[in-house]
């Protein structure tokens, strides 16, 4: 009972886990919530975003760390500070950076030659020419070995060695053999790669070429991707079949059985049939968000819904992230419930109807993070 009680307490917090964005008004720097409402009013000259519950700030020249509720979590007493991960942050004092945890102690780490971030509960130790990974108790998962390891998206990275490339997972496990030329992400088991001058899908340790494909992209969330052949762009699924023949000049992701195509210099939406839902008419189009909304370019941007309707004027800037953003996952749009925009050199977020949060506009806005 006492440990179902413990896991209803934690599921409870995390659920209720305040999202704030760093904001820049007057020159000073503070934190809004999602009312629009200042949870920690502007008194910061540098800030940077949350990110597991704490966010690092300057104080007279140091850098400490703040909670959502604007109080000291760890003193100001560093020269430099990044982002926490997994209770675990990079610090400089005296010109030499270490890992502290959340009671700002010093970490002991395994021997690197550069002390690295940990991103999803992972970080990479360098040795010599070689890239290994440890874990949050301060362990080597995985010993040096690889000449590269990118960032890791989801449980997978791509790693090379010898100028070949493949896919490890955060264990340190290879998933798909270091024997490519080139490599994509890895979704549902399955991974595009170049193997010598041919291009196609990898899936159960087997390469199966596409014929006349020259390009492939990372798949996204739905189970088909695009890619090139000839000079223009269809559809391919996990198998690496042709869905939709490639006919477009450009295209992006299938999200919500829509995804953005250009023929010639304008973009629209096609179905998974390739048939138009949305023709083309906008200089630049996006992917559609979880709330029904995709952006949309004329001369600025703006917002279309599923129908197609421009439900907000193409008025505003747009951009993934932002000057302080540490999330690959930012997308250009709604996420969650709000759109980072900019006006007239001005930074705030529109609500799906159109209203500007707290309809208030920032010298800089950086989006919502726990």
């Avoid at 060695?161 to 890895?186: C, L």
């Avoid at 494909?213 to 991707?225: A, E, G, P, S």
Wanted: proline fraction near 3%.
């Amino acid at each position: 009972m006492r440990k179902l009680l413990i896991l209803f307490v934690l599921a409870f917090q995390f659920a209720n886990a305040q999202e704030l964005a760093l904001v820049k008004k007057d020159g000073k720097m503070g934190y809004i919530s999602k009312t629009g409402d200042f949870a920690i009013s502007p008194k910061f000259k540098v800030a940077k975003n949350f990110s597991d519950g704490l966010a690092a700030a300057e104080d007279n020249g140091k850098w400490g760390f703040i909670n959502t509720k604007g109080e000291w979590a760890i003193p100001a007493t560093f020269d430099e500070a990044k982002y926490f991960d997994s209770g675990i942050c990079v610090v400089a004092k005296d010109k030499k950076w270490f890992y502290i945890n959340k009671k700002g102690e010093e970490l002991k780490a395994p021997a690197s030659d550069k002390v690295f971030d940990f991103e999803g509960g992972i970080a990479f130790i360098k040795q010599g020419d070689k890239i290994g990974l440890i874990n949050p108790q301060m362990k080597v998962v995985l010993e040096p070995k690889y000449d590269v390891i990118k960032s890791f998206e989801g449980n997978y990275a791509r790693v090379k060695n010898s100028d070949r490339w493949g896919i490890i997972d955060k264990t340190g496990k290879v998933v798909v053999e270091v024997i490519y030329d080139e490599i994509g992400n890895y979704f549902k088991g399955t991974t595009w790669a170049k193997n010598g001058t041919a291009f196609g899908l990898v899936a159960a340790g087997k390469f199966k070429a596409i014929d006349g494909v020259d390009k492939i992209w990372d798949f996204h969330t739905q189970d088909l991707t695009y890619a090139r052949k000839a000079e223009k762009i269809g559809f391919i699924d996990l198998k690496g079949n042709w869905v939709i023949e490639p006919k477009y000049d450009k295209a992006k992701a299938f999200v919500k059985n829509l995804a953005p195509v250009a023929v010639g210099k304008k973009w629209g939406y096609i179905t998974m049939k390739g048939t138009f839902a949305i023709e083309p008419g906008y200089n630049d189009a996006e992917i559609f968000s979880a709330d029904g909304l995709a952006p949309v370019k004329d001369k600025d941007w703006g917002f279309i819904n599923e129908s197609g309707k421009l439900v907000i004027p193409t008025q505003y800037g747009i951009s993934a992230g932002g000057l302080f953003s540490i999330f690959k996952d930012d997308d250009k749009g709604f996420v969650n419930g709000l759109a980072r925009v900019k006006n007239e050199k001005r930074w705030g977020f529109l609500k799906p109807d159109g209203t500007v949060l707290g309809n208030q506009w920032y010298d800089n806005a950086e989006p919502f993070n726990k």
